[in-house]
């Protein structure tokens, strides 16, 4: 998912406080660690609308991001840095957590430095305020030493953060934590503006779209879609298929874009060409959920059985469209509702029937579609940043040690 341009404000942001806010002396001093915009990565772009929306809420938030070595660096004045593997840039940055009254560490093993990441253990020795560590890997079949460090990691946090309760069951049942310190907040998303009064609904003005969007490369599993539009040729209205995104720059940098050039001569094989669209334009936060909006159906087909949390398939359902997953453990969790369908792997066939069974029954796609507009609101950035505000309640009370100097 291509990552919003933060906003040019400094490194401590604040909105005027409402008098309520005043008032209960909620608004506190809040240290993010992550990755950050420009940085082309999910926790980047977690990180910067987790940021915004506690901003618009009237707290105060430092952001100190991860270098993790790519060109990416971040943009605006005011942000500081911890360079991984240099101790005197890890030592800066935890001064710079500790002098908030909280601190949110986004915990991913790739970002930090050392083997798995470990180098985050020093960084939750040294920081001296409560800690609140989102988990956004939980490793069904860990190595040893990643179990070792993201044992470590909850016994030094707080409180603990896991996106879904699939994600919380795999802890507590394959790793030893601490129960009571675990919390499941939802990944957050941006809902879509409404669109202008009058406008026509392209779900029923226009033939069915399909949407997958984000990085490109492989285990997106976009190749088991295109088999599968060879397998509906026969549909009247004919179903467009939209694949919007660019390489991801990882694997742009081993592979170059052999993968996308892979799944455009996969049309041409499967006689889909015309049926099936790439898009690598660039777009920001609204721009992209106003695409996502617009689409009948969103396709995500990822090969793997182990991703415990998609912000993608977040963001289909805030922008109210069901969605066609393979089942993936978040996938099967947030769709168990009726607000999607869950279909096997690399399954063509399977892929191709549920896609039949949405776009040629009107009054299947809007019991789908109601569903996802019913769940929307409880994913909303601002839903979750007031999650992690009760949060922050449990380990400051109200009142206490709020902007520290």
Avoid at 42 to 49: D, K, N, V
Avoid at 213 to 225: A, D, M, Q, S, T
Avoid at 339 to 348: L, S
Avoid at 365 to 391: G, I, N
Wanted: charged share 20%.
């Amino acid at each position: 998912m291509p990552c919003d341009s933060p906003e040019p404000w400094g490194s401590i942001h604040q909105l005027p406080l409402s008098s309520d806010q005043h008032e209960s002396g909620r608004a506190r001093r809040v240290g993010l660690l992550s990755t950050y915009p420009p940085a082309l990565c999910g926790l980047a772009t977690f990180t910067s609308a987790l940021e915004r929306e506690l901003v618009r809420g009237g707290d105060l938030v430092e952001v100190v991001a991860i270098d993790d070595g790519s060109e990416h660096g971040p943009s605006r004045p005011g942000v500081h840095v911890l360079t991984n593997g240099v101790p005197a840039s890890i030592a800066a940055a935890c001064e710079v957590l500790s002098s908030c009254d909280v601190a949110i560490i986004q915990h991913e093993y790739g970002i930090y430095g050392g083997p798995d990441g470990d180098e985050v253990l020093d960084v939750l020795r040294a920081i001296e305020v409560p800690t609140v560590v989102v988990l956004h890997t939980v490793p069904a079949e860990p190595t040893e030493h990643q179990r070792i460090v993201l044992e470590r990691v909850c016994e030094l946090a707080s409180r603990i953060v896991v996106m879904t309760v699939s994600a919380g069951e795999r802890l507590l049942s394959g790793y030893d934590v601490d129960e009571s310190s675990m919390r499941v907040i939802p990944h957050g998303a941006t809902p879509p503006k409404p669109a202008p009064h009058g406008s026509a609904d392209r779900v029923t003005d226009h033939r069915p779209t399909m949407l997958t969007w984000g990085l490109l490369g492989p285990g997106k599993g976009i190749e088991h879609v295109i088999r599968a539009m060879s397998l509906l040729t026969n549909l009247r209205p004919a179903v467009q298929y939209t694949v919007a995104g660019a390489t991801h720059p990882k694997v742009f940098a081993r592979d170059g874009d052999d993968y996308r050039r892979s799944l455009i001569r996969e049309t041409w094989s499967a006689g889909v060409a015309a049926s099936v669209h790439f898009d690598d334009t660039y777009r920001d936060v609204p721009d992209l959920m106003r695409l996502v909006a617009s689409s009948t159906v969103v396709v995500l087909p990822y090969d793997s059985k182990d991703q415990a949390t998609s912000g993608v398939l977040v963001d289909a359902i805030a922008a109210g469209r069901p969605v066609i997953a393979t089942a993936f453990p978040h996938a099967i969790e947030l769709l168990s509702g009726g607000a999607g369908i869950v279909v096997p792997h690399a399954n063509p066939v399977a892929m191709a029937s549920a896609i039949r069974s949405v776009v040629s029954d009107p009054a299947h796609l809007a019991s789908l579609t109601a569903r996802a507009r019913a769940l929307a609101p409880s994913l909303t950035w601002h839903a979750v940043a007031a999650r992690y505000r009760d949060v922050f309640d449990e380990l400051v009370p109200t009142g206490a040690g709020a902007h520290r100097s």
